[in-house]
């Protein structure tokens, strides 16, 4: 079986962004890859995104609860047991997601998304 | 108020209509013109996990939507009309004479079609349907988002 990945969905260059900063931070360079929906339509965003899962296993982390980039992850998993997703991504998600791969996508997927959501503060003066 | 905005989008639901137009035209409810769409209730519900829940959306058909266009129109409330292709809000304007404008906002890179505007590509036909709607009377305009410059018809076909 394949190491499971992680595939970032996202507006813009916010997904190569977000590589970027797990791979400083950690050094791990090959466990996450960005897909953005610039220009694209829904099919080509699918074909994006379904080029950057290959074979699969991976958890698919999009930025927004909503739009064209959770909409191509959803329809990309449905009925795929190989696959998970992840909406409101962030760099905390991600760090705890690449040390912690090796579980099932819907285990990692829920796992990043409490770190994600935990990760979350307010500090007011 | 009724609805704000018809507009021609690829993407269909998505951040530049639901928050880009949304908040600033105070948005509350949407109405999404596709005969697929409204034929599949996963796909519907694929498209209300990301809209808030203040915001109704609407799924109608095209011969749903000429029926109810009046009712929205009077609605007290601003609403955003998409489809999702030239051909469905044609159908629309044939069908209705209360769709006075169309909004193109997306419509992207397919074989057979050629760039016009950065977030607009066309194919000759369907830059000849835009033309069509407009000799009729239709104001046809390309903007992505509220900020950017409405662009005129004939800079774009």
Avoid at chain 1, 54 to 75: E, I, M, N, Q
Avoid at chain 2, 23 to 33: A, E, K, N, Y
Avoid at chain 2, 48 to 54: A, L, N
């Amino acid at each position: 079986m394949s190491e499971l990945r992680g595939v970032i969905v996202s507006h813009a260059a916010l997904a190569q962004a977000l590589v970027s900063a797990v791979a400083a931070i950690t050094g791990l360079g090959d466990a996450l890859v960005a897909v953005s929906n610039e220009g694209c339509d829904e099919a080509q965003l699918a074909a994006r995104v379904s080029a950057a899962v290959g074979a699969g296993p991976a958890v698919l982390f999009v930025d927004l609860p909503g739009g064209s980039c959770l909409t191509g992850a959803v329809r990309l998993a449905r009925g795929r047991s190989d696959l998970a997703v992840v909406a409101g991504v962030n760099l905390a998600m991600l760090l705890d997601f690449v040390f912690h791969r090796d579980v099932g996508p819907a285990d990692a997927a829920r796992r990043a998304a409490d770190a994600g959501g935990r990760a979350i503060k307010v500090a007011v003066a | 108020m009724s609805i704000r905005l018809f507009r021609i989008d690829d993407r269909l639901i998505h951040g530049q209509v639901v928050v880009g137009w949304g908040q600033p035209l105070d948005v509350r409810f949407l109405v999404l013109v596709d005969d697929e769409v409204r034929d599949s209730d996963w796909e519907q519900d694929l498209y209300r996990m990301g809209v808030p829940p203040e915001l109704e959306i609407v799924f109608a058909s095209i011969a749903e939507a000429i029926d109810r266009l009046p009712r929205w129109q009077g609605d007290d409330r601003a609403g955003i009309l998409l489809t999702g292709d030239i051909e469905t809000m044609a159908s629309l304007c044939n069908g209705s004479s209360l769709v006075r404008q169309v909004n193109v906002g997306g419509i992207h890179h397919r074989s057979g079609r050629t760039e016009r505007l950065r977030y607009v590509y066309l194919t000759d036909q369907e830059a000849r349907r835009l033309k069509e709607l407009a000799a009729r009377g239709v104001d046809v305009t390309a903007q992505d988002v509220p900020t950017a410059r409405p662009v005129p018809l004939a800079e774009f076909s």
